[in-house]
Structure formats: structure tokens, C-alpha cells
């Protein structure tokens, strides 16, 4: 029904830069937030990035500075630039899209959450 679809992870070097993209496919009528988290190995996922549709981003005190989320509402599509990138960056980054409303069938509408399947980031120190 929707799909997240995310690219831009790699191997990089610490200092180094990436940006990884999630797009949002389907009925897609609104998005309230779309966000990112990662999951570094042994270690519960955790927030990175968020962008609601009011516009106040929030971010994970690691990457303030460092990480800059954006968002474009005509593509459903929601950014991650991160820049300075540490050893400690390096995890699965998951895409999440909060509230999703969807177009069903008539006039008939549903609202949920979705994941997408998850992105490796690799920093190499």
C-alpha cells in the first residue's frame, strides 16, 4: 500500500559526508512527520532526525550540528544530509513516515506508520 523506498548509505571515511533519501510511494493523501533512526549493531534504534509537518525539526543531541534533515511535501520525499561523520555514526539509518493518510477506495481513508527496510552507514575512523 505504501512503500519507503531509502538510498544514500555507504562506506565512508570518518569526516567524510552522505546523504541518504527516503521516498514515499503510494495513495499518499498526507504525512505528518517523516523522520529518520538508526540502529548501531548491539544497541537499540534510536532517533536521529525528525521533520513534522508543522516544520519544527528536532534532532538527536549526537548530530546536532552535524546532521541536517530536510523535507519536500510535492515528492513525499524526506533528506538526511550528514556531514563530519564519526565512527559512531555508523549503524542501519530506517526511514519513518508518521501518520501517513492514504486514499482507500470512495471516500474511505486510512492513517498509519511505516518503515522503510533500512540503510547501512559505515565510517571508517
Known amino acids: 500500500q505504501v512503500q519507503l523506498a531509502e538510498s544514500g548509505g555507504g562506506l565512508v571515511q570518518a569526516g567524510g559526508s552522505l546523504r541518504l533519501s527516503c521516498a514515499a510511494s503510494?495513495?499518499?493523501?498526507?504525512?505528518?512527520?517523516m523522520g529518520w533512526y538508526r540502529q548501531a549493531p548491539g544497541k537499540q534504534r534510536e532517533l536521529v532526525a525528525i521533520?513534522?509537518?508543522?516544520?519544527?525539526?528536532n534532532y538527536a543531541d549526537s548530530v546536532k550540528g552535524r546532521f541536517t534533515i530536510s523535507r519536500d511535501n510535492a515528492k513525499n520525499t524526506v533528506y538526511l544530509q550528514m556531514n563530519s561523520l564519526k565512527a559512531e555514526d555508523t549503524g542501519v539509518y530506517y526511514c519513518?513516515?508518521?501518520?501517513?493518510?492514504?486514499?482507500?477506495?470512495?471516500?474511505?481513508?486510512?492513517?498509519?506508520?511505516?518503515w522503510g527496510q533500512g540503510t547501512q552507514v559505515t565510517v571508517s575512523s
Open positions: 503510494g495513495s499518499i493523501l498526507s504525512i505528518n512527520a
Open positions: 521533520f513534522p509537518s508543522g516544520g519544527r525539526t
Open positions: 519513518h513516515a508518521v501518520g501517513v493518510k492514504v486514499q482507500l477506495h470512495f471516500f474511505a481513508t486510512s492513517t498509519n506508520d511505516y
